[in-house]
Antibody, heavy 119, light 110 residues
Framework: QVQLQESGPGLVKPSETLSLTCTVS????????LYWIRQPAGKGLEWIGR???????DYNPSLKSRVTMSVDTSKNQFSLKLRSVTAADTAVYYC?????????????WGQGALVTVSS | QSALTQPASVSGSPGQSITISCTGT?????????VSWYQQHPGKAPKLMIY???NRPSGVPDRFSGSKSGSTASLTISGLQAEDEADYYC??????????FGGGTKLTVL
């Protein structure tokens, strides 16, 4: 079974860069869409962006100027960097992957990583 | 991109059917058959329930069904069960090659 696990600092200072890594086990990240999605406490889901096999990326227009996603196929990992963070970026961050034959959907999810932006 | 519009809450009694709507525009829901629905229980990661408007992933009960008319997609749960109580989110592919979520709907099983 495909499993995903987010990792990274749980506390980031304002104006600094949030960095998270998603490690995928039980399956490949090659030729799949890889997603980052976040959820502020008590609020709804927000799509951050997706990447495909380091070939292409699509980002939420509202975050595009601050986001970079990348993949390390040798480690079966992909990463998220969000620059110049503010308190509004405090959220649970999820990584996810699609599956063959299931388009534009996050099929496999990580458990989520809480990132708090505070000095 | 603007979030898709969902009712904040719906409720139903065990055994009944409920429908959750998800309204977008011709640039997302109305323009593509890439609407998905997710179920999220408190403190848990979302779970995919419906993809490409009407399809259920393996393991999802057939009590869950999806449909679309114009720019409004719908999730119907029939034979409501206590464990269906959760938050539900729709999402859609957009003309900008991005994905947008709905604001979420809290389902209460009475």
């Amino acid at each position: 079974q495909v499993q995903l696990q987010e990792s990274g600092p749980g506390l980031v200072k304002p104006s600094e860069t949030l960095s998270l890594t998603c490690t995928v086990s039980g399956g490949s990240i090659n030729s799949y869409y890889l997603y980052w999605i976040r959820q502020p406490a008590g609020k709804g889901l927000e799509w951050i962006g997706r990447l495909y096999s380091s070939v292409s990326t699509d980002y939420n227009p509202s975050l595009k100027s601050r986001v970079t996603m990348s993949v390390d196929t040798s480690k079966n990992q992909f990463s998220l960097k969000l620059r110049s963070v503010t308190a509004a970026d405090t959220a649970v961050y999820y990584c996810a992957r699609d599956d063959k034959g299931i388009a534009v959907s996050a099929v496999f999810w990580g458990q989520g990583a809480l990132v708090t932006v505070s000095s | 991109q603007s979030a898709l519009t969902q009712p904040a809450s719906v409720s139903g009694s065990p055994g009944q059917s409920i429908t959750i709507s998800c309204t977008g525009t011709s640039s997302d829901v109305g323009g593509y058959n890439y609407v998905s629905w997710y179920q999220q229980h408190p403190g848990k990661a979302p779970k995919l329930m419906i993809y490409e408007v009407t399809n259920r992933p393996s393991g999802v009960p057939d009590r869950f069904s999806g449909s679309k008319s114009g720019s409004t997609a719908s999730l119907t749960i029939s034979g409501l069960q206590a464990e269906d109580e959760a938050d539900y989110y729709c999402s859609s592919y957009t003309s900008s090659s991005t994905v947008v979520f709905g604001g979420g709907t809290k389902l209460t099983v009475l």
